[in-house]
Structures are given as C-alpha cells and as structure tokens.
C-alpha cells in the first residue's frame, strides 16, 4: 500500500477545519434531535391522536442516529480506502494522529519517583519492560542484503530525537533536521532526525520494507534505539527502553512519548525497520 506524506499545508487546514465541523456536528445536531425528539413524544402522549404524529417521531429518530454514526461511517470508509491521493492520506493521518496518547508518568530508574511526562533528563525516563527472546522458541528473521555501519548508534538518533520533546506538531509540516525546530508531523519528524546525521529516510514507507541494501525488516527482535516503527498512517522512533517510543504524536501534544508502541492510539503496527548503517 502507497503511503503518502501529509505534506500539502493548505490542504492539512481545510482537512482540519473540516474534522472540527464533524465533530461540532456530531455532538450538537443529535442533542438538537434528542430535543426535538422529546418534545414530538411528550406531544404524542398528550395528544395521541395527532395528525401524523407517530410518523413524524419515528422520522426524527431516524435522523439523529444517521447524523450520529455520519462521522465514524466517513473515517471508517476514508480508512480502507488506497491512500492514492494526498486528501486521503492526510486525512487518515489527521484522524489517526488525534487518536495518540502520551505517557502520563514517568518512574526513574531506582522507581522511587512519579512525575509529568515530559522532564529535562533522558535518563529519567521510564525504562519499561525489557523484552527477552528465547533462542529456543523465537526465531529472529531480517530481510538485508548488505550492511553499511558508520559507526552511529541508535542511542545517538534518541538522544538528539530527545532534545525535541514537547516540541508542536503541525500535519504537513517540513523540517529540516536542524535547529531551530520547525513544527512537522510523525513522517518529518522520523525524516529530520536521521537527516540531521546524513542518512535519508524516504517519505513512501513501503520503500522502508523493499530497500534491504538500506533498511532491515525486524522480526522476532527487540526493539533496538533508532528502530522506526511504521503504522498504516504513523511513523515512531523506538528509544530502546523496552516498548517505549518518541514520535510525533498530533497537534494536542506535540512530540512525546508513548510507553507501548502496540497500543498507544496510531493503530495496527504494519512493520519495525532498522536502518543498516546503525551501529550495534
């Protein structure tokens, strides 16, 4: 499947415009119809005789449920829909950035101390879980061909990732890898990062999963510093802390942390690449 880049601003305004007027619609209209609804009902037990009466209740409960399920039937249709066009790619990306969730604490190392997300040292951050492989029950499988090392290291691309937490989010936003900051969505974010060392990271993320002389396709492996884990509609750097990510999250909470990288709101994971020319 071809995914697109966000990267058309006037477009991202519109799709944005559009989403609030959804949402606004969504809330507002049916509480207009549960109104009209209960006045037409108190009517019609007054007065059961009422000329068309049972018709017209029956109408309007129709129409609130319609009005209700109209935006969940557009982003479910739009979702399996071939992101062939930059609507309907930056449109899932919008819809799926909302859905993101950060940390909500961290614990330091010793775990003897709870605070907000987002602090001024990387090694207080939540370690999490590390994942441990069994050589006699999981096999590890890669697709490469060839491997480049430069003698960079993944910790290297999530200390400088690091240095732009908190920083905002904007879908279809450039940056160029380098300070100052310039506010870009999840693929950006990824493309700038490992820019700012001089290795290209490509915006059509099925070319992550077919370039083997570049990028390695995880499998059976935990996730290593560096790794960028690919959604359908999302893009996220693994800090090697378990199954914790830094990504690009959405316009409501810039770029953060997510614990899980399998349930933090962007959806099925499609794959975790490793870019060969990473160290060990």
Not at 66 to 76: A, G, K, S, W
Not at 91 to 100: F, K, T
């Amino acid at each position: 499947m071809l995914i697109l880049s966000c990267g058309d601003t006037s477009l991202t305004v519109i799709i944005l415009v559009a989403r609030k007027i959804i949402d606004i619609i969504h809330i507002i209209v049916p509480i207009l119809l549960i109104l009209m609804v209960s006045i037409s009902l108190f009517k019609l037990i007054t007065d059961p005789n009422a000329k068309d009466g049972h018709k017209k209740l029956f109408n309007q409960i129709i129409a609130a449920v319609v009005i209700f399920f109209i935006p969940t039937f557009l982003d479910v249709t739009l979702g399996l829909l071939s992101d062939k066009t930059n609507f309907i790619s930056c449109w899932n990306e919008v819809r799926v950035s909302a859905n993101i969730k950060p940390e909500s604490t961290y614990v330091s190392p010793n775990n003897s101390k709870k605070s907000l997300q987002i602090v001024n040292n990387p090694n207080d951050y939540e370690i999490g879980d590390k994942k441990t492989t069994d050589s006699s029950t999981t096999k590890s499988t890669t697709t490469t061909s060839s491997t480049n090392k430069s003698g960079l290291s993944g910790s290297e691309i999530v200390a400088y990732a690091e240095q732009f937490n908190g920083k905002p989010y904007k879908a279809g936003g450039h940056w160029n890898g380098e300070f100052p900051y310039t506010a870009t969505d999840c693929v950006g974010f990824v493309k700038g990062v490992y820019k700012h060392f001089g290795i290209s990271i490509p915006t059509n993320a099925s070319k992550l999963f077919t370039t083997p002389s570049k990028f390695t396709v995880v499998t059976g492996q935990p996730l290593q510093a560096g790794d960028i884990v690919v959604y359908n509609h999302h893009r996220a750097l693994a800090t090697g802390e378990g199954n914790r990510l830094i990504h690009a999250m959405g316009v409501k909470y810039g770029i953060g942390h997510s614990k899980n990288y399998k349930n933090c709101g962007a959806g099925p994971v499609r794959g975790v690449v490793r870019v060969n020319a990473l160290s060990e």
